[in-house]
Structures are given as C-alpha cells and as structure tokens.
C-alpha cells in the first residue's frame, strides 16, 4: 500500500529528509508527497486520514531561518495517549493532543519537527558554546538537560505512527533486526613500545602511587615483553577477536592514521608493528575501520591524506572521530565526500545512551546544502569510559549496559558499544577482563 502525504510548501528538502527517514528507512512504508496549502502534515490512504500538528517549520518560511539557538525547547513535556510505546513520551514540538475515531487520528505532537532536530543534530550548529575540543558538551544537549538521553525518542514516536496506522486497520511489521556491533577505538596502540614510556611509568609507580613494589614489577612487566616472553599489556587484538567469534560477532577496530609530531597521535601508522595488526585483523574477517585523528574533524584534504595511510589491500569504508569531534555539518560532508559509508561518531561524550534519539542506521543530512547524504550514521550508545565515570561499580556498571541493550533490542536497533583496546590494565580497571567478557556474552 502506498500512503499519500501532504505537507505545507515551505522547508521542502527538511520535511521531505525526516519524511523519507521515518518512512522508507525506519517504518518501510511506500508513500508519495504532495505540497499543498495546509497547516499541517496529512497523512491519508484508503479512506483514512492521520493528521500531524505542524508544530515548528511553518513559523520559518524563509529557508533555513530555523537554524538559531533560541528556537530550541526551552521545556520539554512529557504526554501520555493511546499510541505511546513507553509510559508517556518526551514532546519537543507541538501539544498533548490526540484526537481518535474509526478513520482518523489527529495528533499534536509534531513527531516530525522533532525527530529532524534529533536526527539531524543541528542544535550543535546552533550552540555556540563549546568544550576545550570544539564539541557540544553533554550537558548543553537537551536530551541530557531534561533527563531522556537513554530513551530513543525517535524510535518512539515511530512506534506511534505504527500504532496509529494499526488503530486504523494498517498494520506495519518492524522488519528490523537487532545486531550488535562491538567497536574498538585504537587510540594507543603499546603501552611501552618506547624506552620513554618506561621511565614514565616507572616515575608514576614511585611518585604518583608511591610504590616501589609496582615500579619493580613495572620493569619485569617490561623485561618480559623485550624478551618475547609476554605481550605488551595493550597488544588485546586477539583477545577482542577470540571473545567476539565465541559470541558469533565481529569487532570492529578503528586506528588513528596519525604520525607521531601530529596532534595528539600517540603512535606511527605506519609502523611495521601496526601495518602487520591490522592485516592480522583483516585476516581473521574482523573489520579496520579509521578513528580520523584529532585535527581531522573538519579538514577534507587531511582526512584524504589519512586514508590513504591504510594498507592498500584493506579497505576503509566506516569509523569514528577521535575524541568524537563533530562539527555540524562539516564533519557528516567531509566524510560523504571521502566515500565514508559508515559513521559511529554520535555518541556521548560524559553520558551513555542515544544522542541522535535513536538505535537504527540512518543517512545523514547536511543541514546547510539541505541535501540527504549517502553517509548512515550509526549512532554510538555506550563507551566504557563515560560510562565508568558514572558506574565504578563493576555491577552497576554492568547491569546499565545491559538496560541499555535491552531497550536497543526491544526497538530492534544496533546496539553500537565501544570498549578501547588498552583499558584492561591501567589501575582503576583492574580485572575489567571479567566484566567485558560478562557483558559481550550477554548481548
């Protein structure tokens, strides 16, 4: 069945990207689009109608006037009716209003306003404010301000328009599957690949844990992986594989193609010992993916320049930005233009949950050329050291991911969890290997 839809003649290209997203990538349902001198969006097939409140784009007839940080909510309510998949849902844009019969349904929360600010991220644009790295701090992001960064609110109000098809005798199955990816960003590759980080470490032991025993233990630690008799307590790759094949999974292993002397690079890409990691990775089938390096957010010629650092026989076709540098939306167009397939930067940076307000893959939208990309976003939802901060609880810790795994799979999403490849051995995370390993046989 193909459902017709109206919307009003402004902001085109913005209702048509949410539209298509909700609909063909999320919902799978055929529609066609219709401009027309309304004042809502009108949603009809057969003889039924479903009326959204247009509750955001027709107060910004002029092209992209929309794009100011005062038009972000000031308050977020929270509204319960027939369709809500949750106890109530958060209403950005729009009212609490749903008006039902047998053949029509009308509603006031403006699900597609909101879900094009969730999904496109443009209040990053908008906000000016930004931490010591150029990114949005969590706090200032609304989802985290009112307390539902860990629901996908996007998801939800596509359960609603579900509901509200099924209310009027059109039933639409979730084809989604759950799936699980297990990412690994390879921000330090050895922990003591240089006699420098010895001594730093050793300096450490003695004057910052006012240890002797650690400092001699540091040193056989050293002697050890010298001799070929132990593996530097960074060198995990294996270990991640083995762990990820038993769970019937891939991990996916993100490199920075940095240069030592570059900003913040803390190893050669192209050093031997590296080259030969990420052919050993590619062998077995797990997936080399890049962690563009820290000044390459929102430089095309130098993240053209990285890529080309990679093994030739490898190919690179998704990753993640170091430190999770965004800006929108030179980082989304930057990597669209560098043949980029997939992306997993839209994580938080202090919080876990779902920053972009949803589990599913979705192709991003450059919100200044108004263009839908061929780049899918796959949204981060957990990385283990914002998560650490606010669980040291090996137990809490453990049981917050699995929450967030639950609810990722009652959507059917992608559950996108990040652990680094060297926090097995540094202090505070000690015997760590027994929670990862807990939790990657639990999703």
């Known amino acids: 069945m193909i459902v017709n839809i109206q919307i009003p003649n402004n902001n085109i290209p913005e209702r048509k990207y949410i539209i298509d997203i909700l609909f063909t990538e999320f919902l799978g349902v055929e529609y066609s689009i219709e401009l027309a001198?309304?004042?809502?969006?009108?949603?009809?097939?057969?003889?039924?109608?479903?009326?959204?409140?247009?509750?955001?784009?027709?107060?910004?007839?002029?092209?992209?006037?929309?794009?100011?940080?005062?038009?972000?909510?000031?308050?977020?309510?929270?509204?319960?009716?027939?369709?809500?998949?949750?106890?109530?849902?958060?209403?950005?844009?729009?009212?609490?209003?749903?008006?039902?019969?047998?053949?029509?349904?009308?509603?006031?929360?403006?699900?597609?306003?909101?879900?094009?600010?969730?999904?496109?991220?443009?209040?990053?644009?908008?906000?000016?404010?930004?931490?010591?790295?150029?990114?949005?701090?969590?706090?200032?992001?609304?989802?985290?301000?009112?307390?539902?960064?860990?629901?996908?609110?996007?998801?939800?109000?596509?359960?609603?328009?579900?509901?509200?098809?099924?209310?009027?005798?059109?039933?639409?199955?979730?084809?989604?599957?759950?799936?699980?990816?297990?990412?690994?960003?390879i921000d330090f590759f050895a922990r003591y690949d240089k006699f420098s980080k010895l001594i730093k470490a050793i300096g450490g032991d003695i004057f910052v844990r006012k240890s002797f025993k650690k400092a001699i233990n540091t040193l056989q630690i050293y002697s050890k992986i010298k001799k070929g008799k132990a593996k530097d307590p960074y060198d995990t790759f294996d270990y991640l594989m083995n762990l990820s094949e038993k769970a019937g999974l891939k991990s996916h292993f993100y490199f920075i193609p940095a240069m030592l002397g570059e900003d913040d690079a803390q190893y050669n890409i192209s050093d031997k010992g590296v080259m030969k990691t990420m052919l050993h990775i590619n062998k077995r089938g797990h997936i080399v993916g890049i962690h563009g390096a820290y000044r390459s957010y929102k430089n095309k010629n130098l993240y053209y320049e990285e890529l080309k650092r990679f093994p030739k026989n490898i190919k690179i076709e998704e990753g993640r930005q170091h430190f999770l540098r965004f800006k929108n939306p030179e980082t989304w167009q930057m990597l669209e233009d560098c043949k980029i397939k997939k992306d997993s930067t839209i994580g938080f940076i202090n919080n876990v949950g779902f920053r972009a307000g949803t589990c599913f893959e979705y192709s991003g939208f450059n919100i200044l050329t108004r263009e839908k990309l061929k780049l899918k976003e796959q949204p981060l939802i957990v990385m283990e050291q914002a998560l650490i901060k606010k669980y040291p609880d090996k137990n809490d810790f453990f049981n917050k991911i699995i929450a967030l795994k639950d609810t990722v799979k009652k959507y059917k999403g992608i559950f996108v969890f990040l652990w680094h490849n060297n926090n097995f051995n540094v202090e505070e995370w000690k015997n760590f290997k027994t929670v990862y390993k807990k939790v990657i046989n639990n999703l």
Not at 109 to 122: C, E, P, V
Request: charge should be neutral; hydrophobic fraction near 35%; include cysteine.
């Open 37 to 185: 001198n309304i004042s809502c969006y009108k949603i009809s097939f057969q003889d039924k109608i479903i009326e959204i409140e247009d509750a955001f784009f027709n107060q910004f007839p002029k092209n992209l006037s929309y794009l100011k940080e005062e038009n972000i909510p000031n308050k977020v309510i929270f509204a319960k009716n027939k369709f809500t998949p949750e106890k109530n849902i958060p209403v950005l844009y729009g009212n609490l209003d749903v008006v039902v019969s047998d053949k029509s349904v009308s509603c006031g929360i403006d699900i597609f306003a909101s879900s094009f600010f969730m999904l496109t991220r443009w209040e990053e644009n908008v906000i000016c404010e930004k931490d010591k790295h150029g990114r949005t701090p969590d706090e200032l992001q609304l989802s985290v301000k009112h307390n539902f960064n860990e629901r996908p609110i996007v998801n939800e109000y596509v359960e609603m328009l579900r509901q509200m098809f099924l209310h009027l005798g059109f039933e639409i199955k979730n084809k989604h599957k759950y799936k699980t990816k297990i990412t690994h960003d």
